[in-house]
């Protein structure tokens, strides 16, 4: 548990907000848990959600809304494609898949284009 592991580091966290607005330390502490874990499973947003006492649905929402929180583990590296370099790739008659493999890196499914 992030409580048990990290006491110094969430009470520097919490520290850094009031303590009736304690609820804006859910980006930190999210990202104290994806650190730890590897991502941020259902578990750690109810750890988190219980640091905060606020709902775990308040806090999970912010998994879904930010794309640096990932719910999944994935692989030890991530790579975004942005639109910019989509069309810098189709200038190239390049495509992610062919930058993933020229990097030597396995092409997944679950790699998202955004």
Known sequence: MLVNK?????????????PERKRAAALPLLYLAQREYGHVSKEAIREVAGILDVDPTQVGGLVGFYTLLHAKPGGKYRIKFVPICLVHYAARKNSPRSYAKTCGLKWAKRLMMV
């Open 6 to 18: 990290y006491p110094k580091e969430i009470d520097r966290i919490l520290n850094k907000f009031p």
